[in-house]
């Protein structure tokens, strides 16, 4: 069997970094060896404070696949980089979520650069591991996927990248595959949890309308052991490096494939996130007497989950984007996301859209204390779940603000003190759930439809 005596990684951020330290930490008798094109990444991993920035596989910003296919120009650097560098037996293990074949790519170009002094072996072992968690789901994993050639060459390849998992995952948690099925199962995995969110999050919209909790459906239907119940908290929408940019990957797969109605499905996984994002926006306009413009509002939390400082495809960004169109003065507080990274997420061009920085700057505000943020507001937005939002000074708040005081939360995060802040006095709107039982009104003064009991009980609910 091939012995794994040195490993190389190329890239340290969010992945090579926390995976090279749990394989140096458990394989001491391998030396490993993690490089990145960019030096201060390099100089921070050697200091006391981490960095941590994702060495991505971005989705192509133009020509075709645009916003869709994943750019392969790093993988494929890298692949040339490595066919001009090595000589000798290397297995070239692919760690990043790469769309199917990408593994065929690599190869390809090998072949075609290959010296008569080099053999290599293409592996797909991808990534799980989440933000946040990354070196629990590093040495606990739920299963390690390794996925290789039918050949002999391949199999052997396997069993080596095999052995130094071997030093800490349990034999049977270590799934053997060919390439292509284990390069699918990541996309598929996240385009499984991605499609469990936009579920419940359709199934919120369901009940704000009728009455229904979505908590409390969340808790019905995942006491079912065959559904289960992780990945099934309503929200204002998933966001992160991953869900969207994988979903899509697999959406573009399928329709490369000849396979529309697939593409569709997936698609549509997407369209309910944006929707969850824009409706939430629309509630809070609509409480807000149908106008934000020149209102200010404190935003708390701009990363896309707590415990981390990453905001790529938070959902904060779109929800700001839509009340600053509506011309909302807005004030943003997260505990870890900087200034800076905020401006930019807010100012950077979309596929669609340009978003003036000036505007920006002019209705946007970053302030670094919560209350600061509320003072004079007519609402709080609650985008991401940090705990400390659960343990604000909401009497101090509510004394702060403008009156009626609207709280809007997002991520169900005050659910133990709704009574609370009603008695404060603030009229609490929450994601999945009608808390004041309030009757709205449509434009003509009419009582809308949905809240009719005997428009109810026609529809059958
Ligand atoms: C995800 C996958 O979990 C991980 O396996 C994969 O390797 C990378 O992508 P990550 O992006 O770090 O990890 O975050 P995750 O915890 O999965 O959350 C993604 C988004 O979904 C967040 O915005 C989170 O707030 C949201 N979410 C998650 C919900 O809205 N509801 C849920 O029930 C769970």
Request: net charge neutral; hydrophobic share 40%.
């Amino acid at each position: 069997m091939v012995e794994v005596r040195r490993i190389c990684c190329i890239g340290a951020g969010y992945v090579g970094g926390p995976t090279c330290s749990v394989i140096a930490q458990m394989c001491p008798e391998v030396t490993v060896t993690v490089v990145d094109v960019n030096e201060d990444r390099i100089r921070a991993w050697n200091s006391d404070s981490l960095p941590i920035f994702e060495v991505n596989t971005p989705t192509k910003t133009f020509g075709i696949g645009k916003g869709r296919a994943a750019d392969l120009k790093y993988i494929e650097a890298c692949a040339r980089r490595i066919a001009d560098v090595s000589s000798g037996c290397k297995i070239v293990v692919e760690k990043s979520t790469v769309p199917v074949r990408a593994a065929e790519s690599i190869r390809r170009i090998f072949n075609a650069n290959t010296k008569s002094s080099l053999s290599f072996q293409v592996l797909s072992n991808p990534e799980f591991l989440a933000e946040g968690t990354a070196i629990t789901d590093l040495k606990n994993p739920d299963r390690v996927l390794i996925g290789g050639d039918e050949t002999p060459e391949g199999q052997h390849a396997i069993q080596a990248l095999r052995s130094i998992y071997e030093h800490w995952v349990p034999k049977n948690k270590i799934i053997t595959t060919n390439t292509w099925s284990s390069e699918l199962s990541k996309l598929a995995a996240n385009a499984f949890l991605a499609q469990r969110i936009s579920s419940i999050n359709s199934i919120s919209a369901l009940c704000e309308v009728t009455g229904a909790d979505v908590e409390e459906v969340a808790h019905a239907i995942g006491t079912d052991q065959r559904i289960g119940s992780r990945f099934l908290k309503a929200s204002v929408g998933f966001g992160g490096s991953c869900f969207q940019k994988d979903v899509l990957n697999l959406v573009y797969l399928c329709e490369a494939l000849n396979l529309p109605e697939v593409a569709r499905y997936w698609q549509q996984v997407i369209e309910i996130n944006d929707y969850q994002r824009k409706r939430f926006s629309s509630r809070i306009i609509n409480c807000l007497f149908n106008t934000v413009t020149d209102k200010k509002i404190a935003l708390l939390g701009f990363a896309f989950k707590k415990n981390t400082g990453d905001t790529r495809e938070s959902s904060s960004i779109y929800i700001s984007r839509y009340l600053l169109e509506e011309g909302a003065c807005l004030h943003i507080y997260d505990p870890k996301v900087k200034a800076e990274q905020i401006m930019h997420d807010l100012t950077q061009p979309t596929p669609s859209e340009r978003h003036d920085p000036a505007t920006v700057s002019r209705l946007v505000t970053i302030v670094t204390d919560p209350y600061k943020a509320c003072e004079n507001a007519h609402a709080i937005v609650i985008c991401t779940e940090w705990d400390v939002f659960t343990e604000l000074d909401y009497e101090r708040i509510h004394k702060a603000m403008l009156k009626p005081a609207f709280i809007f939360d997002g991520r169900r995060i005050l659910d133990s003190l709704h009574d609370q802040l009603q008695h404060i006095g603030f009229q609490v709107e929450t994601i999945g759930k009608r808390v004041n039982q309030r009757i709205p009104f449509t434009a003509s003064g009419d009582r809308s439809e949905m809240d009719q009991p005997q428009q109810l009980k026609k529809i059958k609910l």
